[in-house]
C-alpha cells in the first residue's frame, strides 16, 4: 500500500490552496529551514511531531524541513523514496508520507496513507486520526468521521484540533451540549486561539444563546487582530457615541453581513447623532449605501481621520435587542432606489397573467469547502420546472452557468447583475425566491420578498435545528433537508417544494400574487 501511495506522489501538482500539514506561519525570508521548521512544530495544533524524534534520522529531518518551507516538490519525492526503501518504516514515516501526501493535494491518497498511519498505537496514530476525521467533516461525512474523532482526543486528549474536530462532529450531528463542552475544553487548552472561539459562538447561536453566542465571536475577532488592521482608534465598548464616527468593519460571510447590518437601524435609533462608516466588501458597497444608514461606505483603505471610534458588526447585537421581537423591529431594512427599481424592470419580459414570478439560486461559490453540501445537482430541481403557472428567473451572476446547463427554462440577466443592489432591485420584481443557502437568501429577506430557504442537512446556526421559520426573518420559510448530516440527495426535499409551488400558483390565480414592487 505505502509503495503505490509513494509512486502517486508526484502525479498531482500542488494545488494553488494546498498548504502543508501541519500549518505553520510563513517564514521570513532570513530565516532558515530550522528556525521554519521549530515555528511549524509549535504552531500545530493536531498532535504534533517532536523535535527529537525528527533529528534521529537526517534524511526524516530533511523530508520535515522541506513540509516545513514548501521545499522542492521533487526533491521532497525523491527523499520520501529513500526513506521508504529501507525495512520496516516508522509511525513518523508514514505519517510524514501522509502529511506530504495531503499536502500536495492528493487526497484521495492521503486518506488512504492515513487509514495506514492510524493504526499505530501512539501519538502518530492520534494525529492519522485527528487528520481523517478532519477530512470527512470538511466533506460532510460526519457519522464516518465520528470514531476516528474520538479516538484522536482519546489517544491525545491535549490536541485541540482533535477536540475541535470531534465538537464539529457532535454539533453537526446534536444535540450540541457536548459539543459545547468540547470547544469550551479546547479553549482551555489554548485561550488564545480565534477559531475556537468562532466555532463555540455558532455552536452557542446555534442552541438559541445569541448573547452568549455573540460574545465568543466578538472575543474571536478582537484575538484575531480586527481592531489593528486599520488604525489606532480605540474599539467602542457600547458607551453613548454623540456626534463621533464610529467605523463598523465586517470581515466574514456576505450573508452573515447582510443578516447582522440589521443592528445598525437599531443603534442608529439609539444614536441619532452619530455617523455611522462601514468597511464593506465590494460587492455588498451599493446595497449597504442605499440603505441609508450609514454616513460613508468604505471599500478600500481606511485613513485614521474617518473616524474616532471602530466596531466589528458582530459586536453590535451584544449592544442590541436580541428578544425574539426585537430582531426584527427594523424589519425590512434594506431598500432599492426608485430608480434602480425601474431599470431592474426592464431586465424582465412583460408579467404574463397569473403567472409568479420565481427567482431560482442552486449553488453557492465552489470555493467554499462545504459549497457540495448546500448545493443541489441542477438535474434534482426539474421537478420544480414541471409545475404549471412559474416564470423562472435564474439568480446567477454568470452567463456561462446557464449556457453550461443542458436546457432549462430560466430567464437569465447575468449581464445585468454586477453586484448585490442589481440582485436586490431584481428580486424587488419577484414574487418568490427559491435558493440555497447563501447571501440570496438574506438580501430578499431583508426585502421583505418572500423566500424559500433550501436548507443542507447540517443546521446552520442562524436557521436551528427545527421548523419551518427564523426569528430573523419574516419572509423566510426553511425547507429542511431530511438529513442525515452529510446526505446530499436532495430529492425528497425537492419533492416538498414542488407541493408547495403547486399550491402557490393556486393562490396567485386566486388573486394573490405581488402585484408590483415596493418603492422605497
Given amino acids: 500500500m505505502l509503495s503505490r501511495l509513494l509512486s502517486r506522489f508526484g502525479a498531482k501538482a500542488p494545488s494553488s490552496d494546498a498548504s502543508p500539514s501541519p500549518p505553520g506561519a510563513a517564514a521570513p525570508t532570513a530565516a532558515t529551514p530550522s528556525d521554519v521548521l521549530h515555528t511549524w512544530i509549535r504552531q500545530d495544533t493536531f498532535p504534533a511531531y517532536t523535535l527529537e524524534e525528527l533529528s534521529d534520522d537526517p534524511l526524516r529531518l530533511e523530508i520535515a524541513e522541506l513540509l516545513a518551507t514548501r521545499g522542492d516538490a521533487q526533491r521532497l519525492q525523491q ?228 473616524f474616532d471610534r471602530q466596531v466589528t458588526l458582530t459586536h453590535l447585537p451584544l449592544y442590541g435587542d436580541l428578544d425574539g421581537t426585537g430582531l426584527r423591529r427594523c424589519e425590512h431594512y434594506l431598500k432599492v432606489p426608485p430608480a434602480r427599481l425601474a431599470q431592474a424592470a426592464g431586465w424582465l419580459p412583460p408579467r404574463r397573467y397569473r403567472r409568479l414570478r420565481v427567482g431560482l439560486r442552486w449553488a453557492g461559490l465552489p470555493s467554499r469547502f462545504f459549497d457540495a453540501l448546500r448545493s443541489v445537482p441542477f438535474d434534482l430541481l426539474r421537478p420544480l420546472f414541471e409545475v404549471e403557472g412559474v416564470d423562472w428567473v435564474a439568480l446567477v451572476e454568470d452567463s456561462q452557468v446557464l449556457a453550461a446547463l443542458n436546457g432549462h427554462p430560466m430567464f437569465g440577466v447575468a449581464e445585468h447583475l454586477r453586484d448585490f443592489g442589481d440582485t436586490a432591485a431584481l428580486m424587488s420584481h419577484l414574487d418568490l425566491v427559491i435558493s440555497v443557502d447563501t447571501a440570496v437568501v438574506h438580501v430578499a429577506a431583508g426585502l421583505n420578498v418572500p423566500v424559500w430557504l433550501l436548507a443542507r442537512a447540517e443546521p446552520e446556526w442562524r436557521w436551528g435545528r427545527t421548523g419551518d421559520r427564523t426569528p430573523w426573518y419574516g419572509a423566510v420559510r426553511i425547507f429542511r433537508h431530511p438529513g442525515p448530516p452529510g446526505r446530499t440527495d436532495w430529492s425528497a426535499m425537492v419533492r416538498e417544494v414542488a407541493a408547495a409551488l403547486t399550491q402557490r400558483v393556486a393562490q396567485a390565480g386566486a388573486g394573490e400574487q405581488r402585484a408590483s414592487p415596493r418603492v422605497q
Fill in 79 to 306: 527523499a520520501l523514496g529513500e526513506l521508504f526503501s529501507r525495512p520496516a518504516p516508522t509511525a513518523v514515516d508514514r505519517m510524514l508520507l501522509a502529511d506530504a501526501l495531503r499536502a500536495r493535494g492528493s487526497s484521495e491518497q492521503a486518506e488512504a496513507a492515513l487509514h495506514e498511519a492510524a493504526g499505530d498505537d501512539g501519538r502518530m496514530g492520534a494525529r492519522a486520526c485527528a487528520r481523517l476525521a478532519d477530512m470527512l467533516v470538511k466533506r460532510g461525512q460526519f457519522a464516518h468521521a465520528q470514531p476516528f474523532a474520538e479516538c484522536a482526543v482519546a489517544r491525545a486528549p491535549e490536541s485541540i484540533s482533535a477536540r475541535i474536530t470531534l465538537a464539529d462532529v457532535l454539533n453537526a450531528q446534536g444535540p450540541a451540549a457536548e459539543a459545547i463542552a468540547q470547544y469550551r475544553k479546547a479553549i482551555s487548552l489554548n485561550p488564545e486561539l480565534p477559531d475556537v472561539y468562532i466555532m463555540l459562538g455558532l455552536a452557542l447561536l446555534l442552541e438559541g444563546d445569541l448573547r452568549e453566542g455573540f460574545r465568543h465571536w466578538g472575543r474571536a475577532e478582537v484575538l484575531g487582530g480586527e481592531y489593528q488592521r486599520m488604525s489606532a482608534a480605540p474599539a467602542w465598548d457600547g458607551s453613548p457615541l454623540g456626534g463621533q464616527r464610529l467605523l463598523i468593519l465586517t470581515n466574514y460571510g456576505m450573508g452573515d453581513v447582510v443578516q447582522i447590518v440589521r443592528f445598525v437601524a437599531q443603534l442608529r435609533e439609539r444614536e441619532p447623532r452619530a455617523r455611522f462608516c462601514l468597511h464593506a466588501p465590494v460587492p455588498l458597497a451599493g446595497l449597504m449605501a442605499d440603505t441609508g444608514l450609514f454616513e460613508r461606505v468604505h471599500v478600500g483603505s481606511i485613513d485614521q481621520d474617518d
